[in-house]
């Protein structure tokens, strides 16, 4: 298509970052792109990770990815979904983790079964290295290898790629823009505290923003924050503070340290609240419900 598709955008948001939300919302310890443009994507705010096997498919990004996944189940997503939902990611989850002997949990659209869109065990890494190693490359083909559950009651618009020209124009996409992909990541982690600390610093007084969706932000909230959804904050930066630290929270940790990292290197002194909003609901301290701060 001429660009990387994972940074065209729709409504004015990359697609990977699109992906990646979604992935957070549905409860994604961390989120990983495999491959493309790393620069681009990093600028994206994303973390990025070089394919072990570059030009060799898909097939080739899910064993990099089985290969470094830090938790026992992965999600793949392609960049290019266009309606990323956290309900189909989440139903594979429980399918997979559900379902007794299988090592991957896959949704159907138009009678085939979509691996993009699957959930996997880091044990389907082994069946789909052999298939590689001995010279397969296509994915749907590797998979007749893995015993693999299909994930019922799936929305298929949640299925649907973006896999033309046409298809961009028809969503009503744009090739990114310097002024567009705005989050540059750097590499350094970004500082954290925990809710306990969190609790302790409310009480002299705190800039505290939530980085979460506006149904999770409605649904309950630590006092006082900020709702400033995760692919709105480079456009509203002005309402950021610049003077003294600002500290972020999402809903387990992972989009609110995009966040941070963000803003820290514009300047700002930010800071992730590790665990997020769910720790401080589980510790029993006080929450609000409903879309003001307070």
């Not at 559900?98 to 691996?115: E, K, M, Y």
């Not at 998979?143 to 009503?172: F, I, Y």
């Not at 995760?230 to 966040?259: F, K, Q």
Request: aromatic letters at 2%; charged letters at 25%; glycine letters at 10%.
């Amino acid at each position: 298509m001429g660009t990387d598709k994972a940074l065209i955008e729709l409504h004015g948001v990359p697609m990977a970052l699109r992906a990646a939300t979604a992935l957070h919302d549905a409860g994604a310890a961390s989120v990983t792109t495999i491959g493309g443009d790393l620069a681009g994507l990093r600028r994206a705010g994303l973390v990025a990770r070089r394919d072990d096997h570059p030009g060799q498919g898909p097939l080739g990004g899910i064993l990099t990815a089985l290969r470094t996944a830090a938790e026992p189940i992965l999600v793949v997503l392609p960049c290019d979904v266009v309606h990323p939902d956290p309900a189909a990611i989440g139903a594979a989850v429980r399918a997979l983790a559900t379902t007794p002997g299988v090592l991957a949990a896959i949704p159907r659209r138009d009678r085939r079964l979509q691996p993009l869109h699957g959930a996997y065990a880091r044990g389907a890494h082994a069946p789909l290295r052999a298939a590689f190693v001995a010279g397969e490359r296509a994915l749907h083909r590797a998979l007749r290898s893995v015993p693999v559950a299909e994930v019922p009651g799936v929305d298929p618009r949640a299925l649907v790629d973006a896999d033309t020209p046409g298809d961009l124009r028809r969503w009503g996409m744009r090739a990114p823009t310097a002024s567009l992909v705005p989050m540059d990541v750097p590499e350094l982690p970004a500082p954290e505290i925990d809710v306990d600390e969190l609790a302790r610093r409310r009480e002299a007084g705190i800039v505290l923003i939530d980085v979460r969706q506006p149904d999770e932000y409605d649904e309950f909230h630590v006092p006082g924050a900020i709702l400033i959804p995760l692919a709105d904050v480079p456009e509203r930066l002005v309402e950021v503070p610049d003077a003294g630290p600002v500290h972020v929270i999402c809903r387990s940790g992972g989009r609110s340290r995009t966040a941070v990292a963000f803003l820290r290197e514009r300047g700002y002194e930010a800071v992730n609240v590790a665990g997020g909003s769910l720790a401080w609901q589980e510790s029993g301290r006080p929450i609000a419900t409903g879309s003001l701060p307070v």
